[in-house]
């Protein structure tokens, strides 16, 4: 069976939740919900599997904290024995108006400290990754403040249906591949 390695970024704990920088889990929990997964306590992460068509699933929420999440993705890549064309990583980005999806298939981290743990972790930036804009409106030197902040009401209202758009995004990464899913993404936000 093929497998993949999908990983939501974000740290562990209950102050952590709902916030921006937890997007990826956000999007895994809603995803693994919609598949009737539950998350197990393992090491390095939380982890659930689900499969589509044939497909197997693993789904990652770090528990080493957004700076360390490069070691529970080697860890759970080598376990798995997935190839890097079957990881894609989640995460929130500044840079992107709020709920809009970007999928790239390499690139620098711009920033994101997930990112460059995992990069400078398995030594290259060859790997899927989904952006999700959490936009940036907030005051100069302000920006650890925004990313830990929560999400209010009215921003989960716009981030709620691109999260059911980031579960379908997945199962299309595993289905049809990344080209096929970037040109089918990207162009819908």
Excluded: C
């Excluded at 539950?38 to 080493?64: C, H, M, N, Q």
């Excluded at 959490?134 to 999260?163: A, C």
Aim: net charge positive; aromatic share 8%.
């Amino acid at each position: 069976m093929d497998k993949y390695l999908i990983v939501g970024l974000g740290n562990p704990g209950i102050e952590y939740e709902e916030t921006r920088h937890n997007t990826g889990f956000m999007i895994l929990d809603a995803f693994a919900k919609a598949s009737n997964s539950v998350f197990e306590d393992r090491r390095y992460g939380y982890i659930a599997e689900t499969s589509v068509k044939g497909r197997k699933l693993i789904l990652l929420k770090p528990t080493t904290f957004m700076n360390l999440s490069g070691n529970a993705v080697r860890y759970w890549m080598n376990k798995e024995h997935i190839e890097l064309s079957r990881l894609l990583v989640i995460s929130d980005d500044l840079s992107l108006p709020l709920g809009i999806l970007r999928l790239k298939g390499n690139g620098s981290n711009g920033g994101h400290n997930g990112l460059g743990n995992i990069q400078s972790v398995l030594g290259t930036q060859q790997y899927a990754r989904l952006r999700v804009g959490i936009g940036n409106d907030f005051p100069r030197g302000m920006q650890i403040d925004w990313v830990l902040g929560k999400y209010s009401h009215e921003e989960m209202e716009t981030l709620l249906p691109r999260i059911e758009t980031a579960g379908e995004l997945i199962k299309s990464f595993a289905l049809s591949g990344l080209d096929v899913t970037m040109n089918q993404y990207n162009k819908k936000s």
